[in-house]
């Protein structure tokens, strides 16, 4: 199961995610949920580096599936709309996927 962990401030807005572990949907290296958050994860982390200048750090870790991004700063509207599509995108996959797949958890940071 992939464990997802939204980083919140204490305005409940998201500033920053981890991902670990794999779905389990389908045999490794051919399993469309995890293929799909890894899209939506690392499209979210090169968007805000392509299009903000907000200061992130980020960590990925393929061979256990680990995906680590935090703001390190303050963060831009244009960034924190790509978080909450990723997001957005996060809970439609466990919708049309299963919980048994994706987990989603909050934690203020």
Known sequence: ???ATIF???HKQACGIELSGHAGYSEYGQDI???A???LALNMANSVEAFTEDP???EVEEEN????FCFTGSVSRE???L???LILGLKNIRESYGNEYISIHYREV
């Not at 599936?65 to 680590?68: A, L, R, V």
């Open 79 to 81: 960034s924190r709309i």
């Open 33 to 35: 949920v995890c293929a």
């Open 56 to 58: 992130f750090s980020g």
């Open 37 to 39: 958050v890894s899209a």
């Open 83 to 85: 978080m909450d599509s």
């Open 1 to 3: 199961m992939i464990q």
């Open 8 to 10: 919140q401030d204490s």
């Open 65 to 68: 599936g680990n995906f680590t």
